[in-house]
């Protein structure tokens, strides 16, 4: 396993991590970080070699590079979590070889497609709560921010369908705290600000306290009273895992970690793809008009069910249109653990390796118009034209994501029925500009007014 440890595991980013040489790249480009990145691979691509400070890194915009690193040679391009040890501990994510292998096993059948209909009852109800919440908006008028109200959601279908339990803390709290730390691009700016003596807004001891939080989460999670007591969970496979003496390595600290993860990766991604949708479906009212009239046909008056999700047609093209666009993980990040080459390009040990995924989804050369948004790309015959590896926004090979066929029926069915009930309505600047996190993040969030139809 390859990892850059922490000298204080509390403090804000790393000097020497990736993200800090690339903040003054990413910062240059007002409002979209990722045209630099575009205009770098245009210019320079398929990859290319560039020295940061003391540091080779290897930048790819080439699909079939992609399919190299991930697909291909998943052993000598392994993780590379720089500075995101407090967030995943050494969860799943970010382990690698034999051990990477024990560790997922025990859980993989919570993300088996078989699994995802036992869910479904559990995402409705997560969904019903935050209708009430947004009822509410609608009656007061307020404007409100949309991805903290898509992470807390994000947060509780995951909590009662994978955990059998009601979110036992306060989302709101904890969704900022997380953010403190994944808001890489903002970590330089505090660093230089404070080495400066000038004031900051983000104090090292708040960072600490953010991150305590954090870490409180999952106890309490385990602690909280199950709802149902069901037997079949992902929380169960992970205590059997811890339980069972054949599987020394998956001890208490692992567990604790496997929920980090997944009440952040299966949240943040998740929250940002929904409200990526409802911004993009606020803009395009046709769209939003067909997934009414396709959620009357498929569901009339009821709660959709599992055989519901796939009859979403549309719905679906919307969540996969959106993920082409604002896809949550727009970079991938590996560390070479051994010599090759890439496209004549010698790659050394150690050299850090960035798969630039956005680069690829705003390709014209894999996509018609790709900065428009036509979710009927994703349906029919033109869906069956795209070339391999142009779309990854669950990755690719066997590191691809556990939990993304899931995700997409959580924000299937969360698009229909919030869109069934309620008109969004986007109130922030037009474009919204984005900021590079670990995840592809709306600058200052997105600001919404609801609105309740028949109301
Ligand atoms: C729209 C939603 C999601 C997106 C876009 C997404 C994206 C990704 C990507 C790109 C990776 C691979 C990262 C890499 O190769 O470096 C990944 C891995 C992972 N994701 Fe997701 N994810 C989503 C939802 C979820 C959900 C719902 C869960 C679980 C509840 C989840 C759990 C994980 C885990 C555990 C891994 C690590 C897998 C491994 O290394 O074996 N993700 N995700």
């Known amino acids: 396993m390859t990892m850059i440890e922490q000298s ?20 240059a480009a007002n409002g979209n ?8 691979g245009e210019r320079y691509g398929p990859v290319l070699p560039i020295n940061m400070a003391n540091q080779r890194v290897i930048m790819i915009f080439d699909p079939q590079y992609f399919k190299h690193v991930m697909v291909t040679k998943p052993d000598t391009y392994v993780k590379y979590f720089d500075g995101l040890t407090p ?4 969860s799943m994510i970010t382990t690698d070889g034999a051990l990477w292998q024990k560790i997922r096993a025990p859980q993989q059948p919570a993300f088996h497609p078989g699994a ?4 479904i009852p559990y995402f409705n109800q997560a969904i019903k709560t935050k209708m009430d919440t947004w009822a509410e908006y609608a009656k007061s008028g307020e404007t409100f921010e949309m991805v903290e109200q898509t992470w807390t959601l994000a947060a509780d279908m995951i909590c009662k369908a994978l955990f059998d339990r009601d979110m036992p803390f306060n989302p709101h709290v904890i969704f900022k705290c997380v953010k403190t730390y994944t808001d890489v691009m903002n970590h330089k700016d505090i660093r230089l600000r404070k080495q400066a003596g000038e004031m900051f807004e983000m104090s090292d001891e708040d960072a600490s306290k953010a991150i305590d939080m954090w870490w409180s989460v999952p106890p309490e999670v385990m602690a909280a009273k199950p709802n149902e007591y069901r037997e079949k969970t992902l929380l169960k496979m992970i205590e059997a895992a811890v339980a069972d003496e054949d599987l020394p390595e998956f001890d208490q600290q692992q567990a604790i970690d496997e929920l980090k993860q997944y009440l952040w990766a299966g949240t943040e991604t998740t929250a940002l793809t929904l ?8 803009k395009h009212p046709e769209a939003a008009a067909r997934i009414r009239a396709e959620g009357q046909e498929v569901c009339g008056g009821r709660e959709p069910t599992a055989a519901d999700y796939s009859a979403l047609q549309y719905t679906r093209a919307v969540i996969q249109e959106t993920m082409r666009i604002y896809p949550p993980i727009w970079g991938f990040l590996r ?9 004549g390009v010698e790659i050394r040990k150690d050299d850090r390796i960035f798969l630039f ?28 034209k795209r070339v391999k590896y142009s779309y990854i926004p669950f990755g690719a090979g066997k590191r691809s994501c556990v939990g993304g066929a899931m995700s997409q029926v959580e924000n299937t069915l969360a698009l229909v029925q919030l869109l069934r009930r309620f008109q969004p309505e986007y109130v922030g600047q037009e474009p919204p500009a984005l900021n590079a996190t670990v995840t592809l993040t709306p600058k200052g ?3 919404f007014k609801m609105h309740e139809l028949n109301n």
């Open 275 to 282: 409200a990526w949708a409802l911004y993009l479906t606020s």
């Open 357 to 384: 995924g956005y680069g690829a989804h705003h390709n014209p050369e894999f996509w018609e118009e790709p900065e428009e948004f036509r979710p009927e790309r994703w349906i029919g015959d033109q869906a069956k």
């Open 116 to 119: 995802f209909d036992g869910y």
């Open 445 to 447: 969030g997105l600001p």
């Open 87 to 90: 967030i995943f501990g050494k």
């Open 335 to 343: 560390v070479a653990a051994e010599a090759d080459e890439i496209a």
């Open 33 to 40: 970080p990722m045209q630099i990145l575009m205009q770098m």
């Open 8 to 27: 204080n595991p509390k403090q804000l980013g790393e000097e020497s991590s990736i993200w800090f040489k690339l903040t003054p790249l990413l910062k």
